[in-house]
């Protein structure tokens, strides 16, 4: 792949913040399944790049095949239950996506990813935004922000969580937390992330 190429991956990564950091956590050679994975960009730049043996699974049919024509392994299949045929200890990591929150037994989902995978790379919106509770505040309704931007009745999200939540259940189930990076637009947030970080970047592993 040229210079150019390369560049226009990285720059690709950069439209989704949270990529770029999972790209970072990624080990070289590494074997990845990405829950929810799209069309396959993060898969396929992390194969590219990382050599990693990447596969994904997605439950619309349209994106798995834009996916596999990137030349990733991906199935077609329900994150809620798409972990549960996969022996111990499949993968080195396992990515969830700005997905968390959509989930229906998010803790399940969480549980099975640290049985089937070393590592899992967890990204989220962070609920806990000074805009949300500001909108929260002052209309009495259901936050709409510009990074929340749905009604309560169409909202894809079913649980708000914010980056302390997600530390307290880190901690209540004695996980691990490898790192921890919280992004607002391009930039690293170092203070108060539960109030000015928009997305939280999570890596994490069963035990103390």
């Known amino acids: 792949m040229s210079r150019a190429d390369d560049h226009a991956a990285v720059a690709g990564l950069l439209d989704r913040r949270d990529y770029?950091?999972?790209?970072?956590?990624?080990?070289?050679?590494?074997?990845?399944?990405?829950?929810g994975c799209g069309g396959g960009e993060l898969l396929a730049w992390l194969h590219d790049h990382k050599r990693v043996d990447a596969r994904g699974v997605e439950i619309d049919g349209d994106k798995v095949q834009t996916a596999i024509a990137r030349g990733v392994s991906v199935f077609q299949g329900d994150i809620e239950h798409g972990l549960d045929d996969f022996p111990?200890?499949?993968?080195?990591?396992?990515?969830?996506?700005?997905?968390?929150?959509?989930?229906?037994?998010?803790?399940h989902v969480l549980q099975k990813m640290?049985?089937?995978?070393?590592?899992?790379?967890?990204?989220?919106?962070?609920?806990g935004h000074?805009?949300?509770?500001?909108?929260?505040l002052m209309s009495g309704r259901a936050p709409r922000t510009r990074l929340f931007p749905?009604?309560?009745?169409?909202?894809?999200?079913?649980?708000?969580?914010?980056?302390?939540?997600?530390?307290?259940?880190?901690?209540?189930?004695?996980?691990?937390?490898?790192r921890q990076v919280f992004l607002r637009k391009n930039r690293e947030v170092r203070r108060f992330p539960n109030l000015f970080a928009e997305v939280a970047v999570f890596s994490i592993r069963s035990g103390e």
């Not at 770029?20 to 074997?31: D, F, K, Q, T, Y």
């Not at 640290?114 to 609920?127: C, D, M, Q």
């Open 114 to 127: 640290l049985r089937v995978g070393k590592r899992a790379i967890v990204t989220f919106p962070n609920f």
């Open 20 to 35: 770029l950091m999972i790209a970072e956590i990624v080990e070289p050679g590494s074997s990845v399944l990405d829950l």
């Open 130 to 136: 000074w805009t949300v509770r500001a909108s929260h």
């Open 150 to 178: 749905y009604d309560w009745y169409d909202s894809p999200n079913l649980h708000f969580l914010t980056v302390e939540d997600f530390i307290l259940l880190c901690r209540q189930q004695h996980w691990t937390i490898e």
């Open 88 to 107: 111990d200890s499949t993968f080195d990591f396992i990515i969830l996506s700005q997905t968390l929150q959509e989930m229906r037994y998010p803790l």
